[in-house]
């Protein structure tokens, strides 16, 4: 049995869309980050790092949710989610990395210093650098979903999942302006609508 620690109100929200995709059975620890629950000793032993999501799978904890989501994807997605092409595995592995790296801080620096912190803690700057990076990787986004339903091969993968699930956490993507993507945006919608998504949110 596999064991989710982190709440759907978190990047966990990546790992319980894919479980309830692929109807994998598991036991969803509901640690809340912004309680300090990830930072007490006992969470600190599963992940050192003081963050969620985690993952316990037997003897084996994995953190980071592209890497819990690879494992998941390989255990039980293999041929659906996770592609049986070795081409096509290393473009899913391409969006995932693109998203942590060229978006997804920028999205969360958008949350933090215009919606979540308190005015004293906010960075204007951040905002600032937010709004003008949003665009420049949306442009790759859109570029690419000319002509294309999915963001890899012709179905839906990992690679729609884990590059939608942070741009659709709060809706965040619904702060910025959106006018230059209208493909990127109909592919978002159509991904985020996806059943097992709206389970994985049932899951507060
Ligand atoms: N790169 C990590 C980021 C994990 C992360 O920063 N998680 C946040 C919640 S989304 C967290 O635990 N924040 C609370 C803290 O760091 O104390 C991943 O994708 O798993």
């Known amino acids: 049995m596999l064991t989710l620690y982190g709440q759907v109100m978190s990047r966990a929200q990546r790992n319980l869309w894919l479980l309830e995709e692929l109807e994998v ?20 032993a599963i992940n050192p790092n ?15 949710t592209i890497a819990i989501n690879w ?14 092409d070795g081409i096509e595995q290393a473009l899913v592995m391409q969006w995932s990395l693109w998203m942590t790296t060229e978006l997804e801080e920028l999205l969360v620096d958008y949350l933090r210093h215009a919606m979540v912190y308190p005015e ?14 949003y665009p420049v990787a949306m442009k790759v986004l859109e570029d690419h979903l ?46 985020l609508g996806r059943p097992a998504r709206a389970k994985a949110l049932a899951r507060t």
Request: hydrophobic letters at 40%; charged letters at 25%.
């Open 25 to 44: 059975p598991f036991e969803h620890v509901k640690v809340n980050q912004n309680a300090g629950e990830s930072r007490t000793e006992e969470f600190l």
């Open 50 to 64: 003081g963050h969620v999501p985690a993952l316990k799978d037997g003897d084996t904890i994995i953190w980071e």
């Open 146 to 191: 000319q002509g294309r339903d999915y963001l890899v091969g012709d179905s839906f993968t990992l690679a729609d999942l884990n590059v939608s699930s942070m741009m659709g956490l709060v809706d965040v993507y619904k702060q910025f302006d959106n006018s230059q993507f209208p493909m990127a945006i109909a592919w978002l919608e159509k991904v």
């Open 71 to 84: 494992h998941i994807a390989n255990q039980h997605g293999a041929g659906t989610l996770w592609p049986a």
């Open 120 to 133: 004293d803690k906010r960075d204007p700057a951040k905002v600032e650098a937010a709004l003008a990076g």
